[in-house]
Nanobody, 115 residues
């Protein structure tokens, strides 16, 4: 069983930056593809960025060039560096771990972007 704990959310002004972190319990973190999703109240969760177990990354078009996903397998941690934040980036951000037959979610961390 993998447990995911996100941190790093908060309030930031437009144009600012935040870095989210997701720490995973367990010893096989490196076997999981990791992703960040976000959910605006009342809407479904949407993928923001993902990183495979080999380090290949992908991003939603809305965050390309502004967000960077990375992972540190030695620390069982995946990061999401968010730059040039916009009000429309405000959401609850969730960490996701996935491999064949398994999927795990964190509890979410709230990001609010406003003046």
């Amino acid at each position: 069983q993998v447990q995911l704990v996100e941190s790093g959310g908060g309030w930031v002004q437009p144009g600012g930056s935040l870095r989210l972190a997701c720490v995973a319990s367990g010893s096989d973190f490196s076997s999981y593809g990791m992703s960040w999703y976000r959910q605006i109240s009342g809407n479904r969760r949407t993928s923001v960025a993902g990183i495979s177990k080999t380090g290949t990354t992908n991003y939603a078009d809305s965050v390309k060039g502004r967000f960077i996903i990375s992972r540190d397998n030695a620390k069982n941690t995946v990061y999401l560096e968010m730059n040039d934040l916009k009000p429309e980036d405000s959401a609850v951000y969730y960490c996701n771990a996935r491999r064949i037959g398994f999927e795990h979610w964190g509890q979410g961390t709230l990001v609010t972007v406003s003046a």
